[in-house]
């Protein structure tokens, strides 16, 4: 969005994406949405940042005019209460995220990491 001109070297660093690869390659906004609640719609989606995937979706629908339909959610509470079980996950995550077997802070990695992180948490 023409108004979206914020940019953090500290978030590039981590996420590997210059503002020159967004600008060139990234995908309209508009575009994006629409293809989130394509895929998404009347889904609960969990996430293990859910502070910050709120802030990002609230932006991004907001900013585009278009109603968000689907629900972001807490991976806790797919874990439960069990303090076993969220140490069992974070270690589980942390471990995976060691194993220079994925690219952590690229979307796709981060969902394989989380999903056997809570196969094994839900596991035990």
Same mark, same amino acid.
């Given at each position: 969005m023409p108004h979206w001109s914020y940019w953090s070297d500290g978030a590039e660093s981590i996420h590997n994406i210059s503002r020159s690869k967004l600008e060139?390659?990234?995908i309209d906004?508009?575009?994006v949405a629409y293809?989130?609640?394509r895929i998404l719609s009347g889904q609960m989606v969990y996430? !293990?940042?859910l502070h910050w !995937?709120?802030?990002w979706c609230n932006a991004l629908f907001s900013d585009t005019g278009i109603h968000q339909e689907f629900e972001l959610r807490d991976i806790q509470e797919l874990i439960g209460g069990s303090d076993n079980?969220?140490?069992t996950f974070i270690n589980e995550?942390?471990?995976l995220e060691d194993s220079d077997k994925f690219t952590v802070h690229?979307?796709?990695d981060d969902a394989k990491i989380i999903r056997k992180a809570l196969k094994v948490a839900l596991a035990g």
């Open positions: 060139s390659e990234g906004p508009t575009t293809s989130l609640n996430c !293990d940042a !995937d709120n802030f079980h969220l140490r995550r942390e471990k690229r979307a796709l």
